[in-house]
């Protein structure tokens, strides 16, 4: 029997295109109307792709021509242009949208267990050792890291009488994370909606007060809070973060397209895990050599940052001292991440 819910239950089947995610949990299927076996699809779309409609289009043709009893399909476009990148970007006097915050950096990864977190919070420590006022938002909801990376376990942010959070201060930084209002053993367990909602208040309702730069550490993949994020405030610039085999880099190409798609410039890629130096000075390039290099060229970016395998680095992360708080002079891991945020200032303005 044709009804409204078999229709959305088979357009759930038809991906947006370039993602894995379906239309209908993207939003843009604004209305479904049923007359008998005849359907009526109306889509609300905003980009300058033509190949964009043109794909869902034929999408939906597809799935629903396939379903038994099936007759007239008709599918209607509402197309609009998306923001200006430029314009989102700065508002007002260079400000971003989110009030008192003059840049947004997203550091995002294809897939999990590339130290992407790692980059966020010395990226941020390394900001604020320029002299910059730095915020980190922890936006990986289900596997949150930060707070043990900043040596916070056991703090809780307050809030104000009109529920507004207040972060905790760390190593010169402001940051929020899951990990300081929940336990080390207490899972995230909440379904899309929910997860949009927690990282929206994140955002929205976080007292930031004045940041030169605010670093947002996304989960990995392509999924709903990194859609989420890049529709609730205007981001800067993207680093994406993988390690040098093609495993890694298959998904960083994803990251790239996603922000590409959603109109977020990229400033780059970081090879983390690029090789490991022993005592002698030899460096053994334990995933591949040159695989992030080669990558950042490909995808016409540039490669911002080679972050080596370090022990002191993962013990200082697991101690809650992040490298970068070393004197540069005294780590090339955070040297690394010195140049990592001279090169994001400068590019960012």
């Given at each position: ?11 759930r ?11 209908l ?7 479904i109307?049923?007359?008998g ?9 905003a ?10 289009h034929?999408g ?7 379903l038994?009893?099936?007759?007239k ?7 609009k ?10 508002p007002a006097?260079?400000?971003?949208s989110?009030p008192?915050?003059r ?5 995002a990864?294809g897939?999990?267990?590339?130290g ?13 050792r320029?002299?910059a006022?730095?915020?980190l938002c922890d936006c990986d909801?289900y596997g ?6 900043l040596?916070a ?10 529920n507004?959070i ?7 930084i ?12 207490s899972?995230?367990?909440?379904r899309?909606?929910l997860?949009?909602?927690y990282t929206q ?7 930031w ?9 996304l989960?990995?993949?392509?999924g709903?809070i990194?859609l989420?994020?890049v ?9 994406v973060?993988?390690?040098p085999?093609?495993v ?7 990251a ?5 798609k959603?109109?977020v410039?990229?400033?780059g ?6 090789w490991?130096?022993c005592?002698?000075g ?14 950042a060229?490909?995808l016409?970016?540039?490669?911002l940052?080679q972050?080596?395998i ?10 809650g001292?992040p490298?970068a708080t070393?004197?540069?002079a ?12 001279r090169q ?6």
């Amino acid at each position: 029997m044709i009804n409204e819910e078999t229709i959305r239950e088979t357009l759930r089947k038809v991906p947006y295109p370039g993602f894995s995610r379906d239309i209908l949990s993207f939003g843009i299927v604004k209305r479904i109307e049923v007359d008998g076996g005849d359907v009526s699809v109306f889509v609300s779309l905003a980009t300058r792709d033509p190949a964009v409609p043109r794909a869902i289009h034929e999408g939906i043709e597809s799935a629903l021509g396939a379903l038994e009893g099936i007759g007239k399909v008709r599918i209607d476009f509402d197309l609009k242009d998306p923001p200006d990148p430029v314009a989102s970007s700065n508002p007002a006097a260079g400000q971003s949208s989110i009030p008192g915050v003059r840049k947004i950096i997203a550091v995002a990864s294809g897939k999990g267990g590339v130290g992407k977190s790692t980059v966020s919070t010395n990226l941020a420590i390394a900001l604020s050792r320029t002299g910059a006022r730095v915020g980190l938002c922890d936006c990986d909801l289900y596997g949150p890291s930060i707070a043990l990376m900043l040596g916070a376990t056991d703090r809780q942010p307050m809030a104000t009488d009109k529920n507004e959070i207040i972060p905790i201060e760390a190593h010169g930084i402001k940051a929020i994370s899951m990990g300081f209002l929940l336990g080390e053993d207490s899972p995230v367990i909440v379904r899309g909606p929910l997860a949009t909602r927690y990282t929206q208040q994140f955002l929205r309702q976080c007292l930031w007060g004045e940041l030169d730069y605010l670093v947002l550490d996304l989960p990995p993949g392509t999924g709903d809070i990194q859609l989420t994020i890049v529709q609730t405030v205007a981001v800067d610039g993207s680093v994406v973060v993988t390690t040098p085999q093609e495993v890694a880099l298959i998904d960083a190409r994803k990251a790239v397209a996603m922000f590409r798609k959603v109109n977020v410039p990229v400033s780059g890629v970081v090879e983390n895990m690029a090789w490991f130096e022993c005592d002698m000075g030899k460096k053994y390039f334990i995933f591949g050599e040159g695989g992030g290099a080669a990558e950042a060229e490909r995808l016409g970016v540039p490669l911002l940052a080679q972050i080596p395998i370090d022990i002191a680095t993962r013990d200082r992360a697991d101690r809650g001292e992040p490298i970068a708080t070393v004197d540069p002079a005294e780590s090339s891991v955070s040297a690394a991440f010195a140049d990592l945020a001279r090169q994001l200032a400068a590019t960012l303005g």
